[in-house]
């Protein structure tokens, strides 16, 4: 028995910013993965909750004409890695959102849960940062469209104002069309584990031997996810070889702000963001046509 | 503040008033009787408190009971059909997929799931299906063997 004070259902995004601006004490809940499992372990002795499940218009990801891809907040991990618009398009989320939990967790947790819960080891989103992905944030006064990146604030704060909630993702077609990607989360179990370190990167290419750019979006190498902007720019335009995905990962390592927590020190996930971002590197680059490297 | 629900479990229409509060672990278990449904770690990190909501393996120990209004919830009791175990269930016991037992009601349902959904499976996938339940007692071999066999036609 959780300790659930209050209990409020919204059906429409319309209702739940009004409840919200009316009961600003509420606590936002979806899947429930992250807010009943801080409950249980009395990190929120008790709550008010204002439940999402039943707003329909938030559970589906859709890819309009122009290529526009946009994700409602309650999509679960299982639809994210079933999609065949985020396979397609997006490949580096889908193998992200396989990497979360295990299947049970991936039928309930949603990719909002995930974003608004703050985590440094949130899965999907390294593969958002390095997507460039756009949050849309409503109130009862109206929307805005933040990037992700202005999104995390630190462990566990997030961009969201008073009575504010994350009704969708949004990935622009100049952001994946011709991009290649690859997501590789590393962590001791293969299942129902938190990454130690998580790697995503996209990439374009110019001609199958050059990079037009790159962009690596990190997890858990710092307070919040974050982008190596500096090994970006290096790789600009740059011959690919062996030699320069190592330099860019050499690189990389200067934009983490690593800790050393019980799951690992801080050298070791140094230490994984070198060898992990040159080794999604190298698929990345296969899968935007580029050529094979040793 | 109660709320009033009704679902069905197991194909049997239920109507109850639940507190918020309350997980649909707890509902099944203690004021249904299904105690099929075990209570594990009770944080959906175990596996064992799984049960079929409208066919989707769903840990029940972090799904509140207000959720069910209106879901068909599948437990343990309900695979049997008529006193004849289903072919995942035989498949469990000819592979002797079980030691304790704890953990059986949730890996037979997800199992179910699969087999229902029709689809193949590789080895590995079959691993990564099964990987949010936890067996403390034979180690996974012959749980997937067993699933193997309740998949093969």
Not at chain 1, 274 to 287: D, F, N, S, Y
Request: glycine residues 10%; charged residues 25%; hydrophobic residues 40%.
């Amino acid at each position: 028995m959780y300790n659930i004070e209050k209990y409020y259902e919204a059906s429409t995004v319309r209702e739940a910013v009004q409840l919200l601006a009316d009961n600003p004490d509420l606590l936002v809940i979806a899947g429930g993965t992250d807010v009943l499992i801080k409950m249980h372990g009395g990190k929120i002795e008790k709550a008010g909750l204002l439940s999402l499940r039943k707003v329909k218009s938030l559970e589906a990801i859709e890819k309009s004409p122009d290529g526009l891809i946009s994700i409602g907040s309650l999509v679960t991990f299982t639809q994210l890695a079933n999609d065949p618009v985020i396979k397609d398009n997006i490949p580096a989320l889908a193998e992200a959102s396989l990497s979360m939990g295990g299947p049970q967790i991936r039928n309930m947790a949603t990719i909002g849960g995930n974003l608004c819960n703050g985590v440094p080891s949130a899965d999907s989103a390294p593969a958002l940062f390095a997507l460039d992905a756009q949050l849309r944030l409503q109130d009862k006064e109206g929307e805005r469209v933040i990037p992700i990146q202005e999104f995390f604030l630190g462990p566990g704060k997030v961009a969201l104002k008073q009575g504010e909630i994350l009704t969708e993702i949004l990935v622009s077609p100049e952001n994946y069309n011709g991009y290649g990607g690859h997501y590789i989360k590393f962590s001791m179990r293969k299942a129902m584990d938190i990454a130690t370190l998580g790697v995503a990167v996209v990439c374009k290419l110019k001609d199958k031997g050059t990079f037009d750019n790159v962009r690596i979006g990190l997890g858990v190498a710092g307070p919040t996810p974050l982008r190596c902007r500096e090994a970006e720019e290096y790789a600009r335009e740059k011959a690919i070889s062996s030699q320069t995905l190592k330099e860019i990962a050499r690189i990389a390592v200067k934009s983490t702000k690593a800790r050393s927590s019980w799951r690992a020190s801080k050298e070791y996930r140094e230490h994984l963001v070198e060898e992990l971002t040159w080794r999604a590197l190298k698929i990345a680059v296969g899968r935007a046509g580029g050529v094979e490297i040793d | 503040m109660t709320k009033k629900i009704a679902f069905e479990v197991n194909g049997k229409k239920v109507e109850l008033e639940v507190q918020p509060g309350e997980t649909l672990l707890e509902v099944l278990r203690y004021r249904l009787h299904y105690t099929g449904v075990k209570k594990g770690c009770a944080v959906g990190e175990c596996g064992a408190c799984t049960v079929l909501i409208d066919g989707t393996p769903t840990n029940s120990c972090i799904y509140l009971a207000v959720w069910a209004d209106g879901k068909e919830i599948r437990t343990i009791e309900g695979v049997a059909k008529d006193g004849e175990l289903s072919k995942v269930q035989k498949s469990f016991v000819e592979e002797g997929a079980i030691q304790c037992g704890f953990c059986t009601p949730g890996f037979v349902l997800t199992a179910t799931a699969m087999v229902e959904s029709g689809k193949k499976y590789s080895r590995e996938e079959i691993k990564r299906e099964l990987s949010g339940h936890l067996c403390r007692c034979t180690g996974y071999q012959k749980i997937i063997k067993a699933v193997e066999k309740s998949l093969q036609d």
